[in-house]
């Protein structure tokens, strides 16, 4: 294992409040927001960022090298290094493994990142089903749902899991998003037979078992060791990162069990001396697209054993008040600006470890989880701490 | 409402379709595979000369291995397999293909050839959940006519029932 | 293998709706234009530069811009180029120059284009005037084109 040659925290946050449409701003308007909120939570100006990586999926809104238009007038990038990135769903994680790359290997002192999405203006299924195979994917895939349908129905034939269970996943994050004030579907009253009274979308999806399509931005700034000292006593330092990338088709191996997120998860305790993350851990956020899919992959994730993700739900282990809470943003089933999803889940994890969720905030956050998914069954995982490694 | 809708800003916003042409150069194996199915109605897969593992649908690199297949390591693979997990897509979006809404609902399949190792996406022509399990068996539907298109030459597959 | 075999591509097409919000300094500058036939920056609190089309941030200071100021309908041309060939998307039958102009009490330059084909009447340093459409549509080509003074 190579050594970081930089400690690296997070020292900025900031994000829009996430909604279905922004009408009032244009796109590197509404990323303003977020990287002004951020640099004046690090109490940075502009001149003092070192570097810019952008990212978002440039078929959901039609615009092509859309750092282009945004790099320089939504973020400091002018006459900086200004870097796209983008990889699906994973587009936030990579951004913030990106970022912690830069300054880690000592590039730069400090990064600036921004993920952003604005999918009314165009669409996640259909700029999805262009990032696919024009000859065997493209005829028959319906976006991301149909594929996460076929590992719902299969994940529930294979362990038992039944809707209500996936149901109570929605009711859970959902009813955590009325206490973030950034997120998109607040619903402090939602039922379970709200959720599994919704249309069948695309079975046994449920339209409340899956995930809106938001609008919004969110940045984050990484310092080393010695700036974070000068920007502030409360950061949360990075302490393992790790991405995991399958096959090419999603359809060359069984579409459950998400064996990415289980290596990476993995590899990334490992690092950061997690030997029981139910215990070790303070607080996950991970990326769940649809109710089912946070069952299963709180168990790719080590929470519980294969097939016991319902229990683990049941157990109220994953609640607010339980042992690891699961997503007390609301994660992604109450939010998913596609290229800042990810990166929601690395600011959400750093507020818990600095203390900053109010509402949503759980008590005494010393080691937190962050996770991003997508692209063919690829996992990413962050794991963020109040003190430094060394 | 409508009073509501009148108050509601109307916010200038620009509206546009693109419309792009590409070339999808298809790849060695994929030539073979819609020549083999055109002329012969037959399936190929490739098979890694290193792990042996069958790929379908066939391609030129085994992702385990990473070592190259080539037209001498297609093999040819029932037009049966195994339904391992389906749906009904019951939701409008726009076909980037088309430009218009896709035809719902349809069946939508994740199934295993007969053979291979990997798993295929495809249609299936059932609709009602009720009548699709997992461990079904299912066979590829071929057109009369075919052209080297995958949705024009096998346009779905069909579930096997049981009393067949 | 034949050369046909590795030729084979396979043909398609892309075709997807989108709709792009302008904005609120967008909509102002765009409305105004059709409105009162006045073009409208917006001025850096910072370095004072006047932006013309306006935008809500200066990109060189990362400052938020909300001092509006009209500036001339007439500028200086900046460089230029003359289209000769037709292609489905442009909004005049060729021939004709796209310019690169600075209004007058601009700092910053903006695209349009020039209703003059000869090259010998275009040259850099030489004055420009934009000529409004009579009916305008919330587009930037509610400014028809530029012409010389």
């Given at each position: 294992?190579?050594?970081?040659k930089h400690?690296?925290?997070v020292?900025?946050?900031?994000?829009?409040?996430?909604?279905?449409?922004r009408?009032?701003?244009?796109?590197?308007?509404?990323i303003?927001e977020?990287?002004?909120?951020?640099?004046?939570?690090?109490?940075?100006?502009?001149?003092?960022?070192?570097?810019?990586?952008?990212?978002?999926?440039?078929?959901?809104?039609g615009?092509?090298?859309?750092?282009?238009?945004?790099?320089?007038?939504?973020?400091?990038?002018?006459?900086?290094?200004?870097?796209?990135?983008?990889?699906?769903?994973?587009?936030g994680?990579?951004?913030?493994?990106?970022?912690?790359?830069?300054?880690?290997?000592?590039?730069?002192?400090?990064?600036?990142?921004?993920?952003?999405?604005?999918?009314?203006?165009?669409?996640a299924?259909?700029?999805?089903?262009?990032?696919?195979d024009?000859?065997?994917?493209?005829?028959?895939?319906a976006g991301a749902?149909?594929?996460?349908a076929?590992?719902?129905?299969?994940?529930?034939?294979?362990?038992?899991?039944?809707?209500?269970?996936?149901?109570?996943?929605?009711?859970?994050?959902?009813?955590n998003?009325?206490?973030?004030?950034?997120?998109?579907l607040?619903?402090?009253?939602?039922?379970?037979?709200?959720?599994m009274?919704?249309?069948?979308?695309?079975?046994?999806?449920?339209?409340?078992?899956?995930?809106?399509?938001?609008?919004?931005?969110?940045?984050?700034?990484?310092?080393?060791?010695?700036?974070?000292?000068?920007?502030?006593?409360n950061?949360?330092w990075?302490h393992?990162?790790?991405?995991?990338h399958?096959y090419t088709?999603?359809?060359?191996?069984?579409?459950?069990?998400?064996?990415t997120?289980?290596?990476?998860?993995?590899?990334?305790y490992?690092?950061?001396?997690?030997?029981?993350?139910?215990?070790?851990?303070?607080?996950?956020?991970?990326?769940?697209?649809?109710?089912?899919?946070e069952?299963?992959?709180?168990?790719?994730?080590?929470?519980?054993?294969?097939?016991e993700?319902g229990?683990?739900?049941?157990?109220?282990?994953?609640?607010?008040?339980g042992?690891?809470?699961?997503?007390?943003s609301?994660?992604?089933?109450?939010?998913?600006?596609?290229?800042?999803?990810?990166?929601?889940?690395?600011a959400?994890a750093?507020?818990q470890i600095?203390g900053?969720?109010?509402?949503?905030?759980?008590?005494?956050?010393?080691?937190?989880?962050?996770?991003?998914?997508?692209?063919?069954?690829?996992?990413?995982?962050?794991?963020?701490?109040?003190?430094?490694?060394? | 409402?409508?009073?509501?809708?009148?108050?509601?800003?109307?916010?200038?916003e620009?509206?546009w379709?693109?419309?792009l042409?590409?070339?999808y150069?298809?790849?060695?194996?994929?030539?073979?595979?819609?020549?083999?199915?055109?002329?012969?109605?037959?399936?190929?897969?490739s098979?890694c000369?290193?792990?042996?593992?069958?790929h379908?649908?066939?391609?030129?690199?085994?992702?385990?291995?990473?070592?190259?297949?080539?037209?001498d390591?297609m093999?040819?693979l029932?037009?049966?397999?195994?339904?391992?997990?389906?749906?009904?897509?019951?939701y409008?979006?726009t076909?980037?293909?088309?430009?218009?809404?896709?035809?719902?609902?349809?069946?939508y399949?994740l199934?295993?050839?007969?053979?291979?190792?990997t798993y295929?996406?495809?249609?299936?022509?059932?609709t009602?959940?009720?009548?699709?399990?997992?461990?079904?068996?299912?066979?590829?539907?071929?057109?009369e006519?075919r052209?080297?298109d995958?949705?024009?030459?096998i346009?779905?597959?069909?579930?096997?029932?049981?009393?067949? | 293998?034949?050369?046909?075999?590795?030729?084979?591509?396979?043909?398609?097409?892309?075709?997807?709706?989108?709709?792009?919000?302008?904005?609120?300094?967008?909509?102002r500058?765009?409305?105004?234009?059709?409105?009162?036939?006045?073009?409208?920056?917006?001025?850096?609190?910072?370095c004072?530069?006047?932006?013309?089309?306006?935008?809500?941030?200066?990109?060189?200071c990362?400052?938020?811009?909300?001092?509006?100021?009209e500036?001339q309908n007439?500028?200086?041309?900046?460089?230029?180029?003359?289209?000769?060939?037709?292609?489905?998307?442009?909004?005049?039958?060729?021939?004709f120059?796209y310019?690169?102009?600075?209004?007058?009490?601009?700092?910053?330059?903006?695209?349009?284009?020039?209703k003059?084909?000869?090259?010998?009447?275009?040259?850099?340093?030489?004055?420009?005037?934009?000529?409004?459409?009579?009916n305008?549509r919330?587009?930037?080509?509610?400014?028809?084109?530029?012409?010389?003074?």
């Open positions: 294992m190579k050594i970081p400690d690296v925290a020292v900025g946050i900031g994000q829009t409040k996430f909604r279905s449409k009408r009032d701003v244009n796109i590197p308007e509404m303003y977020a990287v002004k909120m951020a640099l004046d939570d690090a109490q940075l100006e502009p001149k003092e960022i070192d570097a810019v990586i952008i990212g978002n999926m440039d078929h959901f809104e615009i092509n090298f859309s750092e282009l238009l945004c790099g320089i007038e939504a973020a400091p990038g002018y006459l900086k290094p200004v870097v796209k990135v983008a990889t699906g769903g994973t587009t994680s990579s951004l913030a493994i990106c970022g912690y790359h830069n300054v880690a290997s000592g590039i730069y002192n400090n990064v600036l990142v921004v993920g952003w999405e604005k999918l009314n203006e165009g669409g299924t259909t700029g999805i089903i262009t990032a696919f024009p000859v065997w994917e493209r005829p028959s895939l749902l149909g594929p996460l076929l590992m719902a129905g299969m994940y529930s034939a294979k362990y038992g899991i039944t809707p209500e269970q996936a149901a109570k996943v929605t009711v859970k994050n959902r009813s998003a009325a206490n973030n004030p950034f997120a998109h607040q619903m402090p009253n939602i039922t379970i037979d709200y959720v009274s919704s249309q069948m979308i695309s079975y046994p999806l449920r339209l409340h078992d899956c995930c809106p399509q938001s609008e919004g931005a969110c940045a984050l700034i990484y310092a080393n060791e010695q700036e974070t000292k000068k920007i502030t006593d950061p949360a990075v393992a990162v790790e991405t995991a399958y088709f999603g359809t060359d191996d069984k579409m459950f069990d998400l064996p997120a289980t290596i990476a998860s993995k590899k990334a490992k690092k950061a001396g997690i030997s029981n993350p139910v215990k070790d851990l303070d607080v996950a956020e991970i990326y769940e697209p649809t109710s089912w899919s069952l299963s992959w709180t168990e790719a994730l080590g929470f519980c054993k294969p097939g993700g229990k683990l739900l049941d157990e109220e282990i994953t609640q607010m008040s042992e690891l809470p699961v997503n007390p609301g994660g992604v089933l109450s939010t998913n600006p596609i290229g800042a999803t990810a990166l929601v889940r690395v959400e750093a507020i600095m900053r969720g109010e509402k949503r905030q759980v008590p005494d956050v010393e080691k937190a989880l962050a996770m991003g998914f997508g692209g063919s069954l690829w996992t990413e995982i962050m794991i963020l701490g109040k003190n430094p490694m060394r | 409402m409508s009073k509501n809708r009148k108050l509601k800003k109307d916010f200038f620009i509206k379709k693109t419309d042409p590409y070339r150069s298809i790849g060695k194996l994929a030539v073979k595979f819609f020549e083999e199915l055109k002329v012969n109605k037959k399936i190929l897969g098979k000369p290193k792990c042996e593992k069958v379908f649908p066939p391609r030129a690199v085994c992702a385990d291995c990473l070592v190259e297949m080539k037209i390591d093999v040819e029932p037009p049966k397999g195994t339904l391992e997990g389906f749906t009904v897509v019951n409008p979006f076909d980037p293909s088309t430009g218009g809404i896709r035809p719902f609902p349809y069946g399949a199934f295993k050839l007969d053979g291979a190792d295929t996406m495809h249609f299936v022509d059932e009602d959940v009720s009548k699709m399990k997992i461990g079904q068996r299912v066979e590829a539907v071929f057109s006519e052209k080297g995958l949705s024009a030459d346009p779905y597959f069909r579930i096997i029932k049981e009393e067949e | 293998m034949t050369d046909d075999i590795e030729k084979k591509v396979y043909r398609g097409r892309i075709k997807v709706p989108y709709k792009h919000t302008g904005g609120a300094y967008v909509e500058f765009i409305t105004e234009i059709g409105k009162s036939n006045k073009i409208l920056g917006v001025k850096c609190p910072k004072n530069k006047v932006h013309v089309p306006p935008k809500m941030i200066c990109h060189e990362f400052e938020k811009m909300d001092e509006w100021v500036v007439q500028g200086i041309v900046k460089g230029f180029t003359v289209v000769t060939h037709s292609t489905p998307i442009m909004p005049l039958e060729p021939p120059a310019g690169i102009i600075k209004l007058d009490g601009a700092d910053t330059d903006f695209v349009h284009i020039i003059e084909s000869a090259p010998e009447k275009l040259r850099i340093g030489m004055k420009v005037k934009a000529v409004f459409k009579e305008p919330k587009r930037i080509l509610d400014i028809e084109y530029f012409e010389a003074i």
